[in-house]
């Protein structure tokens, strides 16, 4: 490809980041057709708008997404990507692949798109970027045939996804990744088939470092925990401390509830648990020596979402502690109860969130059968606006009664 | 033709089973993880309980790759890790080996083909390096940007490169792009995030309205209640001042998209964080609320981030994320030291601003 052409675009191809622009001309000298991808997006950089057109429902058969169907603007000038529709593949969980594995995605998508991928796209999946309508159900076809299903889009359950988790990481405290297997193979028909009010997210951190975002972009997030004392290998400790690292300043100084000491002389840590917060810095800075106790389960927090159309929300706590164990019952009935609730109230294009909000948190933890607990709140309310029911009431008596019956005495 | 057979039709198969891409010294230590050292700049080492050992080569993508590209990651991997990798929640790729031996090799070889090796920290050592930046579609696929992400995204790694390379970090810092506010992958909660935004209100064409429409959800879907239908000639007018180009009627219905070359462009927002280490998660704050979209290579969004990012890389203390280090010394001492301008719209006028009003005589100067 000669830079003359695209002037603009091979600016993006000087630097040592890998360049987006290298790929798709990589793509483009095995597939001419994609050297009209770099005319539109070269139009696209001299106009500074997109050049994609909006919508268009496509799919493949039995599926009511999975597929982002895409038209272009410029189709007479770059007719090679006049349509230009995305597959999101279901990603296995913890993203580990074989090389054999990738390969047959590769080839399957070699013969029946443009070569382009994202590994991955922002919910999890494999993005497949770039085909036509035509090719859609043999491509799909052939992926399943080889194991492959596709991803969540629409109103519906998205492709849930999580932390390496038990995999590769000693901090994990459930079980991430057969979690979100678990949800993503139970809940098919609602990944496959729009049937809600709006989108809806399971994102599963195996701790409190959240290290996939679920707190802030699912409205059902995972989030792993412990419950009882943080278990501390005193030699371990010496040896950090041995080896230079500021115990005092590094880890006693950041813990955000000062529940954790250390005395310098004999070079030991002691924890108040009581007081402990359970944030993770302190098995964070010294992993040998620190580690979560046994009594583990999850946290779930709900409504996490994008600022459209209220505003951003960083998921809110509702169950502070649920067990999180093959087969995942608990999980399995609180998210039912929650689209119970959901598809009774909910409104067309209405998050969770913004349903919480609109009837009330109150009555919300009342549906899906949740007691109150301090750890749902920073603090509590301001004001005493809240909404009695009858039950909580003893039976009325009339002011105006009583004020007539003293008159007329 | 007749007499073919019907293949069965294969569908709700959910994904593969994640074990059949785990390496043997995965599968045997699955959950039983004792620690991990960061042995140099992009490169891991996870011990188990039984001794067993994991090295993980960490490495920058750009997220959009060739399938050229990745049989030639895969040979690498066939290579090197008996045929595993992985990719992580940043976009990174990661390559899992046992032999040790064989890890200067594959950086060599890995490096060759372009991609580096880092994105990394030490926790125990406080030292840390910035990894991938999270982003969206952009130009390249979605019908509702307001910039592009990948270009945007490439300006801004090789800016911050020896951040991705080296751990000269104190903390850790997330950075994320969306192409608009719909915000696919959520950056609104990023030490750094960059949102592609509007600043005029939709343009309605009757004709496409009247076509491709419907009107009462398009006009129940403004937030703002600017939108008004028009009954008469089936149409949908907008009331420009109550509207806050957030583009969700343009989402709802194509007759009336946003887009306005000169006029979009990028808010930048600061102090988010996830984990909740130490402090608790949040959300980002805006700083700035406006820079030109000016590709290719943005160097005004390059020159803001990168301000952001050095003002606090030279005064945290170790672990301390940027939301910590505003905590710690004060808004106005964020905007005094990082060079941005303090703009009134900064000042919360949408719907709940009361939260964000100062109520206290506490200040700093
Ligand atoms: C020290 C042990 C930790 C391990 C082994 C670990 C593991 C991981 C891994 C494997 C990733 C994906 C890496 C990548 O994409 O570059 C990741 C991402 C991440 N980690 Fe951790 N993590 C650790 C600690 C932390 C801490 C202490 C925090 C926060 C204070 C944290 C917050 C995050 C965040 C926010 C992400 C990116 C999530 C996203 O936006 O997609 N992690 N972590
Ligand atoms: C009202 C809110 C949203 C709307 C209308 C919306 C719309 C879209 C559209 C039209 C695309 C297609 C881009 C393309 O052509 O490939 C897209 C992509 C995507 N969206 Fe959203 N989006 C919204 C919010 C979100 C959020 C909050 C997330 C994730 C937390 C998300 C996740 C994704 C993902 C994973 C993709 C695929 C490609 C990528 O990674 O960029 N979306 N979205
Ligand atoms: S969220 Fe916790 S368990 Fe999961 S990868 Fe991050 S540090 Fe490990
Ligand atoms: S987990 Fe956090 S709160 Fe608990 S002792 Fe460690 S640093 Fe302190
Ligand atoms: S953030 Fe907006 S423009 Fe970007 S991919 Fe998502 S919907 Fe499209
Ligand atoms: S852009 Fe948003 S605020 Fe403006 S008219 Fe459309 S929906 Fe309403």
Known sequence: ?409 | MASEPVEEYISDIGPPHYEKFLPPVIKNNYGKWAYHEVLKPGVLVHVAESGDKIYTVRVGSPRLLSIYTIRELCDIADKYCDGYLRFTSRNNIEFLLTDESKIDPLIEEVEKLGFPVGGTWDATKAKYALSNIVHTQGWIHCHTPAIDASGPVKALMDALFDHFKNMDLPGLCRISLACCLNMCGAVHASDISLVGIHRTPPMVDDDVVRRTCELPSTVAGCPTGALRPDMKNKTIKVDKEKCMYCGNCYTMCPGMPLFDPENGGVAILAGGKLSDARSPARLSKVVVPYLPNNPPRWPEVVDTVKAILEAWAAEAKPHERIAEWIDRIGWEKFFEKTGIEFKVQLIDDFRQPRHTFRTTTQFRW
């Open chain 1, 1 to 409: 490809m000669s830079d003359e052409e695209f002037p603009l675009l091979s600016e993006l191809k000087k630097g040592p980041w890998p360049s987006f622009v290298k790929e798709i001309e990589k793509t483009a000298e095995k597939k001419p057709e994609m050297k009209d991808l770099l005319k539109q997006l070269e139009r696209s950089y001299e106009d500074k708008i997109t050049y994609w057109k909006h919508g268009g429902i496509v799919s493949v058969k039995g599926y009511g997404g999975g597929v982002i169907g895409r038209y272009s603007f410029l189709a007479k000038e770059c007719p090679g990507v006049a349509e230009f529709h995305t597959m999101r593949v279901n990603q296995p969980a913890g993203w580990f692949y074989t090389s054999d594995a990738l390969r047959t995605i590769c080839d399957i998508w070699e013969k029946y798109g443009s070569g382009l991928t994202n590994m991955h796209g922002s919910t999890g999946d494999i993005i497949l970027l770039g085909t036509t309508t035509q090719n859609l159900q043999p491509c799909f076809n052939e992926l399943a045939k080889n194991g492959w299903d596709l991803g969540g889009s629409g109103s519906a359950l998205r492709t849930p996804s999580a932390c390496v988790g038990p995999a590769r990481c000693e901090f994990a405290l459930i079980d991430t990744l057969e979690l979100c297997y678990d949800l993503t193979i139970t809940y098919q028909d609602e990944l496959h088939r729009p049937m809600w009010p709006y989108k809806f997210k399971f994102k599963i951190a195996g701790c409190p470092n959240d290290c996939v975002a679920a707190k802030a972009r699912s409205d059902f997030a995972i989030v792993g925990t412990w419950k009882d004392e943080i278990k501390i290998n005193q030699e371990e400790v010496k040896k950090y401390a041995e080896a230079g690292v500021d115990i005092k300043t590094q880890v006693v100084d950041n813990c955000p509830t000062k529940c954790i000491e250390y005395d310098e002389e004999k070079k030991e840590l002691k924890i108040d648990n009581s007081n402990c917060v359970r944030c993770m810095h302190c098995i964070n800075v010294l992993p040998k020596a620190l580690k979560p106790g046994d009594e583990r389960g999850a946290v779930i927090l709900m409504g996490g979402k994008a600022p459209i159309l209220e505003g951003p929300v960083m998921g809110w706590v509702v169950v502070p502690f649920i067990k999180a164990e093959k087969p995942f019952d608990e999980i399995k009935e609180l998210a039912e109860a929650v689209w119970d609730f959901w598809d009774e109230n909910g409104k067309f294009r209405e998050r969770l969130a913004e349903l919480i909000e609109r009837v009330g948190m109150m009555r919300f933890l009342e549906a899906i059968g949740v007691e109150p607990d301090p750890r749902m709140i920073k603090e509590p309310r301001a004001n005493p606006f809240y909404f009695w029911r009858e039950e909580d009431l003893k039976e009325r008596t009339n002011p105006w009664e009583i004020w007539r019956r003293a008159e007329s005495e």
